[in-house]
């Protein structure tokens, strides 16, 4: 035996000697493909699609779900049990699951850092079929599971869950997959490849990332928990309370696509736990993050004052939500900006991260489209979102509803604002807050100032003749995150197009303040927005990958002189 092993042992070598004699070759070989946006479904009425839909509801209707923890692909249960409810019908209990203590926590970084090391190694193309794979997943086998415990948890109509669920979800994985394969396509320069080559590849982060992940999005979700896996990562994935059941339907289809054990590790948990564990492991390599302003400073103070801990400068990435505008000109067309405005309002009840917050509008156009505003948001149905005519649905749960009825109450004590429209606040069965349409005389009062992540629309009215004042109080905001102007006058644009060039990081031109697509508006902020690293980009990529160059050189250089040294 030991004779055999010797003889392999020596084999070995030979064959790496007679491979040696060719350079490395580091560049990943990754066929190339292209890639194109997942087409939304319209679920009119008696169509294939709306019967499949509604046939998922009920199945997840009539039954809670038990969802466990999972730790290196290992189903767990704790002492802590949490129940997600629908927010249109909170006594309806959707969801059971169970809540990570820390020293599960702790168990998931180990599983992780066991994978880590595998699934660095295996090659990019392998990945990029895994999320081919999990991309037809979602938008085939498991699209109707996705949209219903959308639509179900977090209280999204049909066409909402769809836009979500469905079809960002599916973008960001393909997207995702095509911009990793287009970093490989740069090479440094070799002057003389006969003597010396250069060569460039992209490594994962040593360690783990926390991705931490909100309610309002599932694609969100799907998208922190699977990004950055695609650089070699492994992943900690805490996801939203409120989010929990269309979350596990994500994990149990990426599963299904092939993910190893390990690699993303699925733990329900309280956010202050979560936080103190991951930010105390030497192994931090990473957080990514949407969520509040609040949370994300929470975590990067928590980082940085354990900054002595880490192996290497933990990554941060963070989106925290927006104080969103449209500015309007005197030159707008007056339609464009009611139905805009409307959407961007109060589409999923205000609870997109770019949702309008704040809208100003001159003297001579207000009283038309004060008429248009009231006269759609009057026709606006709020109900359940599993009613197709429905428009706006409840808001997630009891914190938020407190939170935005808050505002309103504000609303109606201030002398200087006017509800022109809504302001009721219902939430013995589900938490309903009606579209409501304030109007302020004062822009610098608090409702103008801080994110209320809800459906209020509160509306400044500027003289004509002070159009650069108003500008420079739009731009006058801790967020940055989205931001419109309508108007016909190309110079008006123009001008506020630069003067207004760091209060928005996804800017639009008479078009609403929502609606970002993968792979056609990158979506993130700056200032207190968040890092605007761009997911749905190709700077979302190289946040998640520490690059390195290597030189192989062919030539023997025996000689440790230069030639100017010769005398």
Same mark, same amino acid.
């Given at each position: 035996?030991?004779? !055999?092993?010797?003889?392999?042992?020596?084999?070995?070598?030979?064959?790496?000697?007679?491979?040696?004699?060719q350079p490395? *070759?580091?560049a990943?070989?990754?066929?190339d493909?292209?890639?194109? @946006?997942? /087409?939304i479904?319209q679920?009119?009425?008696?169509?294939?699609?709306?019967k499949?839909?509604?046939?998922?509801i009920?199945? $997840?209707?009539?039954?809670?779900?038990?969802?466990?923890?999972?730790?290196?692909?290992?189903?767990?249960?704790? @002492?802590? +049990?949490?129940?997600?409810?629908?927010?249109?019908?909170?006594?309806?209990?959707?969801?059971?699951?169970?809540?990570? =203590?820390?020293?599960? +926590?702790?168990?998931?970084?180990?599983?992780?850092?066991?994978a880590?090391?595998?699934?660095?190694?295996t /090659?990019?193309?392998?990945?990029?079929?895994?999320?081919?794979?999990?991309?037809?997943?979602?938008s085939?086998?498991?699209?109707?599971?996705?949209?219903?415990?959308?639509?179900?948890?977090?209280?999204?109509?049909?066409?909402?869950?769809?836009?979500?669920?469905?079809?960002?979800?599916?973008?960001?994985?393909?997207?995702?997959?095509?911009?990793?394969?287009?970093?490989?396509? $740069?090479? /440094?320069?070799s002057?003389d490849p006969?003597?010396?080559?250069?060569?460039?590849?992209?490594?994962g982060?040593? %360690?783990?990332?926390?991705?931490?992940?909100p309610f309002?999005?599932?694609?969100?979700g799907?998208n922190?928990?699977?990004?950055?896996t695609?650089m070699?990562?492994?992943i900690?994935?805490?996801?939203?309370?409120?989010?929990?059941?269309?979350?596990?339907?994500?994990?149990?289809?990426?599963?299904?696509?092939?993910?190893? /054990?390990?690699?993303?590790?699925f733990?329900?948990?309280?956010?202050?736990?979560?936080?103190?564990v991951?930010?105390?492991?030497?192994?931090?390599?990473?957080? =990514?993050?949407?969520?509040?302003?609040?949370?994300?400073?929470i975590?990067?103070?928590?980082?940085?004052?354990?900054?002595?801990?880490?192996?290497n400068?933990?990554?941060?990435?963070?989106?925290c939500? %927006?104080?969103?505008?449209?500015?309007v000109h005197?030159?707008?067309?007056?339609?464009?900006?009611?139905a805009?405005? +409307?959407r961007?309002?109060?589409?999923y009840?205000?609870?997109?991260?770019?949702?309008?917050?704040?809208?100003?509008?001159?003297?001579?156009?207000?009283?038309? !489209?004060?008429? %248009?505003?009231?006269?759609?948001? =009057?026709?606006?149905?709020?109900?359940?979102?599993?009613?197709?005519?429905?428009?706006?649905?409840?808001?997630?749960?009891?914190?938020?509803f407190k939170?935005?009825?808050?505002?309103?109450d504000?609303?109606?004590?201030?002398?200087? &604002?006017?509800?022109l429209?809504?302001?009721?606040?219902?939430? *013995?069965?589900?938490y309903?807050?009606e579209?409501?349409?304030?109007?302020?005389?004062?822009?610098?009062?608090?409702?103008?100032?801080e994110?209320?992540?809800?459906p209020i629309?509160?509306?400044?009215?500027?003289k004509?003749? *002070?159009?650069q004042?108003?500008?420079?109080?739009?731009?006058? @905001?801790q967020y940055a995150?989205t931001?419109?102007?309508?108007?016909?006058?190309?110079?008006? &644009?123009e001008?506020a197009?630069e003067?207004?060039k760091?209060?928005?990081?996804?800017?639009?031109? =008479?078009?609403k303040?929502?609606?970002?697509?993968v792979?056609?508006?990158?979506?993130?902020?700056?200032?207190?927005?968040?890092?605007?690293?761009?997911a749905? %980009?190709?700077?979302?990529?190289?946040?998640?990958?520490?690059?390195?160059? +290597?030189?192989?050189?062919f030539?023997?250089?025996?000689?440790?002189?230069?030639?100017?040294m010769?005398?």
């Amino acid at each position: 035996m030991l004779w !055999i092993r010797r003889n392999v042992f020596k084999s070995q070598i030979r064959n790496l000697f007679y491979k040696r004699l060719q350079p490395i *070759s580091l560049a990943a070989k990754v066929k190339d493909f292209d890639v194109k @946006n997942e /087409p939304i479904l319209q679920y009119l009425k008696d169509s294939d699609e709306r019967k499949a839909l509604y046939k998922a509801i009920d199945k $997840y209707k009539n039954t809670c779900t038990e969802i466990p923890i999972i730790i290196g692909g290992k189903e767990l249960q704790s @002492n802590e +049990i949490k129940y997600q409810v629908m927010p249109s019908d909170h006594g309806k209990k959707i969801a059971k699951y169970h809540w990570a =203590n820390a020293e599960m +926590i702790r168990s998931a970084i180990t599983e992780s850092q066991k994978a880590r090391t595998e699934w660095e190694r295996t /090659p990019l193309t392998e990945k990029i079929s895994l999320f081919h794979k999990a991309a037809d997943l979602v938008s085939g086998k498991y699209r109707m599971d996705l949209n219903a415990t959308t639509m179900l948890g977090q209280g999204k109509n049909i066409i909402q869950a769809e836009i979500d669920a469905a079809a960002e979800f599916a973008d960001f994985l393909r997207f995702n997959a095509y911009f990793a394969k287009e970093l490989t396509k $740069y090479q /440094p320069i070799s002057p003389d490849p006969k003597s010396t080559v250069n060569s460039f590849r992209f490594r994962g982060l040593e %360690g783990f990332i926390a991705s931490i992940s909100p309610f309002n999005f599932t694609a969100i979700g799907g998208n922190l928990a699977t990004g950055p896996t695609l650089m070699g990562n492994v992943i900690l994935w805490k996801p939203s309370d409120t989010a929990v059941l269309s979350n596990f339907v994500i994990y149990n289809l990426l599963i299904e696509a092939g993910f190893p /054990p390990g690699v993303i590790n699925f733990l329900p948990s309280d956010g202050p736990v979560f936080g103190d564990v991951i930010t105390s492991s030497p192994h931090l390599a990473g957080i =990514n993050f949407t969520g509040s302003l609040r949370t994300f400073k929470i975590l990067w103070k928590m980082t940085s004052e354990k900054i002595d801990l880490y192996k290497n400068f933990p990554r941060l990435v963070g989106e925290c939500g %927006g104080k969103n505008f449209h500015f309007v000109h005197k030159s707008a067309d007056v339609q464009t900006v009611v139905a805009s405005s +409307i959407r961007s309002a109060f589409e999923y009840s205000g609870q997109k991260c770019s949702a309008l917050d704040r809208m100003y509008v001159p003297e001579s156009l207000w009283p038309k !489209i004060k008429e %248009g505003l009231l006269e759609i948001r =009057n026709q606006i149905k709020v109900g359940s979102p599993l009613e197709p005519d429905t428009f706006v649905s409840a808001v997630i749960d009891d914190r938020a509803f407190k939170k935005i009825k808050g505002f309103i109450d504000h609303a109606k004590s201030s002398p200087s &604002l006017k509800i022109l429209a809504g302001g009721t606040c219902d939430d *013995s069965k589900g938490y309903f807050i009606e579209p409501t349409i304030i109007e302020t005389e004062n822009a610098g009062d608090m409702i103008m100032k801080e994110e209320i992540f809800g459906p209020i629309l509160v509306i400044y009215v500027y003289k004509d003749s *002070s159009l650069q004042e108003t500008l420079e109080l739009v731009n006058d @905001n801790q967020y940055a995150l989205t931001g419109a102007i309508f108007g016909q006058d190309q110079a008006f &644009l123009e001008y506020a197009t630069e003067f207004l060039k760091n209060a928005a990081g996804n800017f639009y031109i =008479n078009d609403k303040s929502t609606g970002s697509v993968v792979g056609q508006q990158p979506f993130g902020g700056s200032r207190l927005s968040g890092t605007n690293d761009k997911a749905g %980009g190709p700077h979302y990529m190289l946040k998640w990958t520490t690059p390195q160059v +290597i030189k192989e050189t062919f030539v023997p250089q025996p000689d440790w002189r230069y030639p100017y040294m010769s005398v």
